[in-house]
Structures are given as structure tokens and as C-alpha cells.
């Protein structure tokens, strides 16, 4: 069985805080590794995706990928309380049924 | 990024009777799209895997007869829940892969509530 693990949370970070959510998977050979952000009520929307071990950043956002820990984390500097949401952690598994598989997400709530 | 658009957002329709939902995807051809349902502070469920041309994968559980899919064209999915009863009233999602890269693109979501 594949599986992406994130804690549920909620994380409570105060705003201008940097807010570190985590996410583990169980395959060694996964390629692709995606951040959602869902707001209550509403869909997820795609915050960034990344594919190869180190950093990658777009804005306020970093999105971290440890391939032999087998785990990817979103950094989210300056922390507004427009950024409190649910985040999904998704990997696309080689082999997975060609789908991804996301993880149940961590509540992150950011308080003025 | 790329849209997918849903339809309806929101129905309210009586028990017994059938609904359709679409999803499009605007601005990419999707040969793979995905339903999903999720119930109030609960996760994403996926429900099936549809691909263009071909019969839907349903995931262990969910009825297939009472939830048709049907996958077209490269640009529009549906699903139709059939005899709606209560129980079915949940926030529907799909979803479309762009290419191979395994980025999905959500739509809006339809919230049904079964009368």
C-alpha cells in the first residue's frame, strides 16, 4: 500500500511567522510530489510542484524534496492569515495506478 | 495554470431522482480525469479514474452502477449519480491531469444535497 502522511494538525502559527508543514511517502521511487491548499468549502488548487531533490521557491512559498528520507515539506515565510487552509501533500507513485495519492492533509491556522 | 471547469456548483434535487455533473477541462486536453467526494471535515476520497474512450476504474467500494461515469472526449467527463438518496449528499469533485507530469488540476467541486 502507498502512503503519503502528513500530521492533521491544526498547526497554530502567529502572523509574519514562517509556518513548516511536513509530509512523508512510503515509495523510495516516487518522482513527483505536489502541494495543495484547500480552504474550507472549496477545492484544492495546486501551490507548487517539485520533482527533484533540494529547493524550490515561488514567493513566499519554498517547497522541500528529500528523496532518501523520503519526505517533502512547504515552507510558507510571512505567514498571513489568508494562508490558514488545509494542506494537501500528494505524490504521484511509479506504479500507482496512475493517479496521485494525496495525504490527509494539516490544518494550518494562522492567528493575528 | 490550467482550468477545469464544473458544473453545477450546487444542486438540490429530491430523493429517487438522477443528477448529472460535468467537468471540463478549458484550456488542455485531459485523457485522464478523476472524481473525487469528500463529506464535511472529512479527506478526499477518490471515487473513480476515468480515461478518455474507455470505461471508468472505480475504487473499492463505490458503486458503479449508481455512479456513472462516462469520459467522452479528451475535454469533458461526467459523472451522473443515479437514484439519489441522502446518504449521497456530499461535495463532488474532478479533476484533469495536464500530460504525464501527474499534475491535477481540480474544478470547483459541486456540493449536492439530497432532499
Redo the contacts between chains.
Keep these: 500500500q502507498k502512503e503519503v502522511e502528513q500530521n492533521s494538525g491544526p498547526l497554530s502559527v502567529p502572523e509574519g511567522a514562517i509556518a513548516s508543514l511536513n509530509c512523508t511517502y512510503s515509495d523510495r521511487g516516487s ?2 510530489f ?1 502541494w ?1 491548499r484547500q480552504y474550507s ?6 501551490i507548487m ?1 517539485i520533482y527533484s531533490n533540494g529547493d524550490k521557491e515561488d514567493g513566499r512559498f519554498t517547497a522541500q524534496l528529500n528523496k532518501a528520507s523520503q519526505y517533502v515539506s512547504l515552507l510558507i515565510r510571512d505567514s498571513q492569515p489568508s494562508d490558514s487552509a488545509t494542506y ?1 501533500c ?1 505524490v ?1 507513485f511509479t506504479g500507482g ?4 495519492t ?1 495525504g ?2 494539516t490544518q494550518l491556522k494562522v492567528e493575528l | 495554470g490550467a482550468v477545469v471547469s464544473q458544473h453545477p456548483s450546487w444542486v438540490i434535487c429530491k430523493s429517487g431522482t438522477s443528477v448529472k455533473i460535468e467537468c471540463r477541462s478549458l484550456d488542455f486536453q485531459a485523457t485522464t480525469m478523476f472524481w473525487y467526494r469528500q463529506f464535511p471535515k472529512q479527506s478526499l476520497m477518490l471515487m473513480a479514474t476515468s480515461n478518455e474512450g474507455s470505461k471508468a476504474t472505480y475504487e473499492q467500494g463505490v458503486e458503479k452502477d449508481k455512479f456513472l461515469i462516462n469520459h467522452a472526449s479528451l475535454t469533458l467527463s461526467t459523472l451522473t449519480v443515479t437514484s439519489a438518496h441522502p446518504e449521497d449528499s456530499s461535495f463532488y469533485i474532478c479533476s484533469a491531469r495536464d500530460g504525464t507530469g501527474g499534475i491535477q488540476y481540480f474544478g470547483a467541486g459541486t456540493r449536492l444535497s439530497v432532499l
Design positions: 518522482q513527483s505536489f495543495y468549502g472549496k477545492s484544492p488548487e495546486l510542484s494537501l500528494a504521484f495506478g496512475n493517479k496521485l494525496f490527509t492533509g
